[in-house]
């Protein structure tokens, strides 16, 4: 009478165990491919679904990052977030150990020492001094909980849906990339600026560049409510009713509507473009956390015409 099938799954397990306990061999077993999850040969080095190396590749190693954030959609919208709020509560310390960080300045006045040392953006020391760096770290940096709260409202509202139709590796480098060229813009004119609304911006432009090229009442529907934002808001920044930064807002808007039409709106669906839009995320990545860590080393160096 043959054993139950759970019986001879052990007893082959068993078997194997103990054959390499002492010396025998194990025969060798199907894998699963790390990202796609597929069914791979023995002898196999690469996916035959989605092209990835089974040996290493940056898109296996991004989906494990992506789990520390949760089973959700939009890893990196999330990781965006945490990284903003993060970073105000290093601000408001900032300025609560040189002892201006008492009343309300938590709503609205985190400007000025601090936040410069911290990486805010700045025509002068970014041009003159090369520090580069600030085109990046400004974008975490906010003015308040009035600042921030408006901006993450933003961000999660926009990130999801643009993280969901570009995969979250080439949304990580629109995000950056947009928020550094708003900065770039913002400091060749001369100004003192932080905020992720250039990044924002950038979504925006990214969102107006996809309706353009797809057609449809509902299309032309988001592009008209897109454009009645847009236009309402730089009217706020040139009223001088609110301290907007409308150069840094322009650039990310141009910068963002630039790369919806350079690139597909839809993720990666060849190997090449799996392994492009992996590398642009990881080049993303890597910028961020380096230009964290020049902040931090240049963190005590004198303020300007000192």
């Known amino acids: 009478m043959p054993l139950p099938y759970g019986w ?80 105000l509560g290093v601000s408001w310390l900032s300025f609560a150990a040189a002892g201006q960080g008492g009343g309300l300045t938590i709503l609205w006045g ?10 805010a953006s700045f025509g002068p020391a970014i041009f003159f001094e090369n520090q580069w760096w600030r085109l ?54 001369g100004h003192f600026s932080l905020g992720a609304s250039g990044a924002l911006l950038g979504l925006v432009g990214l969102l107006l560049a996809i309706t353009t090229k797809r057609g449809g009442a509902y299309m032309r529907e988001i592009r008209s409510r897109l454009l009645t934002q847009v236009v309402i808001l730089f009217a706020l920044g040139f009223s001088g009713f609110m301290a907007m930064d409308n150069f840094a807002h322009g650039g990310g808007l141009a910068a963002g509507f630039l790369l919806g039409k350079l690139f597909a709106d839809r993720k ?30 240049h963190y005590h160096d004198p303020l300007p015409g000192r």
Request: hydrophobic share 50%; charged share 15%; aromatic share 10%.
């Open 8 to 87: 001879q799954w052990r007893l082959e397990r068993w078997k194997n165990a103990l054959g390499g306990l002492f010396g025998g061999e194990q025969q060798p077993r199907p894998k699963l491919c790390p990202v796609c999850g597929a069914l791979v040969g023995i002898k196999a080095t690469r996916c035959h679904e989605c092209g990835a190396n089974l040996h290493f590749s940056l898109a296996a190693l991004s989906k494990k990052l992506s789990r520390l954030f949760g089973e959700n959609e939009a890893p990196a919208t999330t990781a965006l977030l945490i990284a903003n709020i993060l970073m």
């Open 268 to 297: 990666p669906v060849t190997a090449g473009e799996r392994r492009t839009a992996y590398a642009l995320g990881w080049l993303a990545g890597v910028v961020i956390i380096a230009s964290f860590v020049l902040m931090l080393l």
């Open 110 to 119: 985190l400007v000025g020492e601090a936040q410069y040392r911290l990486g």
């Open 136 to 189: 990046v770290t400004a974008m975490f940096l906010h003015a308040g909980l009035v600042h921030i709260g408006f901006n993450m409202m933003a961000l999660m509202q926009l990130g999801p849906p643009l993280e969901e139709l570009y995969g979250s590796a080439r949304y990580l480098f629109f995000y950056m990339v947009t928020g550094a060229f708003g900065f770039f813009v913002s400091a060749a004119t």
